[in-house]
């Protein structure tokens, strides 16, 4: 595959006013705190790696790949990554983190990705898919680039969270958004989550000809124990995230249109 080079080597901020889900404003606190916090380092990336397994040589496209941890990590057990991003701040930072060798592109996943059919043995997208109100389009082209066999793992908020905790709504049923602010070094972005419950989660899935293998409610890794003492026992007894892992199958030989 042709490394194609899309990101701006000297990423400039925009000046316009705050945007929805703007994380060029961002990236850089952003990417900071997600390097070593409690949810992204020491329980989304961790869980994200464990059903992965062996990756030694396998072709993942990282769908989100934000400032590139989580493709960091891959790249270190042996993938070979590629990186997409919606937003050209986060790739250039993960530019500087990967270097020239790994494959990175601007690209809306709402849109058709520049790959081949069946270019990749596995997609990785962590905390993505909650972004989109609309799943079925990006989930038929992840399974398009995707080769017979191939798996999908992607993780978003827990229903549990999304429907109780976040903006609480009394129909666990209704599928709708929610909207709250982040803030990371005093910059405040309005952020907008689309809530699903799970069947509808899965029919997705299954509608856009996935297999299901695996549904994970995975506990922080236990080393944070130490680490954030006040937040871990949280963390542990209540869900936070929902990971799946879906599969082509084997018999999608030639069956992507």
């Known amino acids: 595959m042709d490394r194609v080079t899309d990101v701006p080597e000297n990423f400039a901020r925009s000046a316009d006013p705050v945007r929805v889900n703007d994380y060029d404003s961002i990236a850089e606190a952003y990417s900071a705190d997600n390097e070593h916090n409690l949810v992204n380092a020491y329980y989304a990336r961790p869980a994200m790696m ?43 930072l993960a530019r500087r983190r990967l270097g020239e060798d790994v494959a990175l592109h601007v690209a809306d996943l709402r849109d ?14 962590s905390l993505v898919l909650h972004y989109l109100e609309d799943w079925g389009p990006t989930l038929a082209e992840l399974r398009r680039v995707l080769r017979p066999g191939g798996r999908l793992i992607a993780s978003v908020d827990h229903p549990f969270v999304a429907y109780t905790i976040r903006d609480p709504r009394p129909d666990y049923f209704a599928a709708n958004s929610y909207t709250f602010d982040w803030t990371f ?32 409610e995975p506990q922080p890794d236990p080393a944070a124990r130490e680490l954030f003492p006040d937040d871990f026992r949280d963390f542990s007894t209540k869900p936070c995230f929902l990971f799946f892992v879906v599969e082509v199958p084997p018999s999608a030989e030639g069956s992507h249109d």
Request: aromatic content about 6%; some cysteine; overall charge neutral.
């Open 50 to 92: 464990a059903l992965a397994g062996d990756v030694a040589g396998r072709r993942i496209l990282d769908a989100g790949c934000g400032s590139g941890p989580l493709s960091a990590a891959l790249r270190e057990r042996g993938a070979v990554v590629t990186g997409i991003d919606a937003s050209a701040g986060m790739l250039a």
């Open 112 to 125: 058709r990705l520049p790959f081949a059919d069946g270019a990749f043995d596995d997609v990785v997208s």
């Open 185 to 216: 070094d005093g910059q405040s972005v309005p952020m907008k989550f689309w809530r699903k419950p799970l069947h509808a989660m899965i029919d997705a899935f299954t509608t856009a000809g996935f297999r299901l293998s695996v549904i994970s």
